[in-house]
């Protein structure tokens, strides 16, 4: 029994292993996942319908977001924003007004008054608070097969909804100067004082939220960003804006598994699964014996006879084998015969058919660069080439004894794994 439990265990961790390296990145961290995140940094704006703002210095703000995304593949998520960001502005000595009164009154005389107001101070501070529903796309998505899935590129836009709170504040110098003049007297005073005024007034307004994000996965559960974004607000409402563009930082947490806690769950399915077959321990014994004796026999010829084709093909290309006919070269990604690929299978096909009693073994191959499954189909597709063209220079098709497709096993990065060999045997 202890036997057969480490039989099935090992048998267990060696399955959820090629499962585990089978799954893609993007199988377990952005296909129907959920995500957090926290975005910070610093907002400015332009055109705010007030003319309190106008002649105003305009300043930086912060701009705070808290949301939540849903990958529903790779290439697009959708996700609800609540963000916070502020205006402000501020002018000194910004207004100045002066107004005359000729028929002002001093004791019973009639005079003049003239009333000089200087705005000393405004202060404009508008706070608003907003929630969006978006789309994100993932740019980087239209490159298939790409190999750097930690790295994304996202364009998103969306609808939202906007309260803003506007508080003005503003300061006035105020100096009165009044005479009254006549043949026999002369009567006047002056005065001077400040009046400090508030005023809040709120909007509401919908805006239209556009942003751009390029985002790094540091784990698998953890992403870093920078986001730069821009949110349209065309409604016309008094004190907001017609834009708010921002840049900041983005922190994400992914609720997904660490690999290993995903290895560990298939391991755990694969025995639950075990545990309710209830199959008899001996005769499951016999039969994963046997199955495992018969397929590590055919994996280890398979082993063998991959490497004696290997070393065939390494000492060939290096000009040790004579029976090598011909080393037909391709382009990289292609499978099309160049045209000195062309005469080298011209002249070895005239040679085949004054012959007839000669084989043919054809390897051909790729070299590492790209994705496995599709240098397996270059690796067949230039087999296939080279075939079809010595069959159509009046080679019989039975003189073929041999064709082997490696794919990019065994092979490295250099050019010279693109190829097919050519080997004729007696």
Not at 390 to 397: E, H, I, K, M
């Amino acid at each position: 029994m202890m036997k057969l439990k480490n039989i099935l265990g090992i048998t267990v961790a060696l399955m959820a292993t090629v499962t585990l390296q089978a799954q893609t990145y993007n199988d377990s961290v952005r296909i129907r996942t959920w995500s957090v995140y926290m975005q910070g940094g610093i907002s400015s704006y332009h055109g705010v319908r007030s003319e309190l703002f106008d002649n105003s210095k305009r300043t930086m703000a912060p701009d705070l977001n808290l949301g939540v995304k849903y990958n529903i593949q790779p290439w697009v998520r959708l996700g609800v924003n609540a963000g916070y960001t502020m205006l402000k502005s501020s002018g000194n000595h910004s207004l100045s007004i002066t107004t005359t009164d000729h028929n002002f009154l001093i004791g019973d005389r009639t005079g003049t008054l003239e009333l000089k107001s200087d705005r000393l101070q405004n202060l404009n501070n508008t706070y608003l608070a907003g929630v969006d529903a978006n789309a994100d796309f993932n740019i980087l998505e239209i490159w298939p097969k790409r190999k750097s899935q930690w790295l994304n590129l996202y364009a998103g836009a969306g609808v939202g909804y906007m309260r803003g709170w506007n508080r003005n504040s503003q300061t006035w110098s105020y100096n009165e100067r009044a005479t009254a003049t006549g043949d026999a007297y002369f009567n006047g005073y002056s005065h001077s004082y400040l009046k400090s005024s508030e005023d809040k007034k709120h909007f509401n307004a919908l805006y239209i939220p556009l942003s751009l994000s390029l985002e790094f996965d540091i784990q698998r559960q953890l992403t870093l960003g920078v986001i730069g974004q821009y949110k349209c607000i065309p409604t016309k409402s008094d004190f907001s804006p017609k834009g708010i563009y921002s840049a900041g930082v983005v922190i994400r947490y992914n609720f997904v598994k660490s690999k290993s806690k995903l290895q560990r769950k298939q391991i755990a399915d694969l025995y639950s699964e075990l545990d309710a077959s209830q199959v008899d321990c001996a005769s499951a014994k016999a039969t994963l014996q046997r199955q495992s004796r018969e397929e590590m026999e055919r994996l280890k010829k398979e082993a063998d006879e991959l490497k004696r084709q290997i070393e065939s093909i390494n000492s060939t290309a290096a000009g040790k084998g004579e029976e090598t006919s011909a080393i037909i070269y391709f382009e990289n990604d292609s499978w099309e015969l160049s045209s000195k690929g062309g005469e080298q299978l011209q002249v070895l096909a005239e040679k085949l058919k004054t012959h007839p009693e000669k084989k043919i073994m054809l390897i051909s191959s790729a070299n590492t660069v790209g994705h496995e499954n599709r240098n397996k189909k270059l690796s067949s597709n230039r087999l296939n080439t080279v075939k079809q063209f010595l069959l159509s220079q009046g080679v019989s098709d039975t003189q073929f004894k041999t064709e082997v497709s490696l794919g990019d096993y065994g092979m490295t990065t250099s050019s010279d794994c693109r190829r097919v060999i050519v080997i004729t045997q007696p």
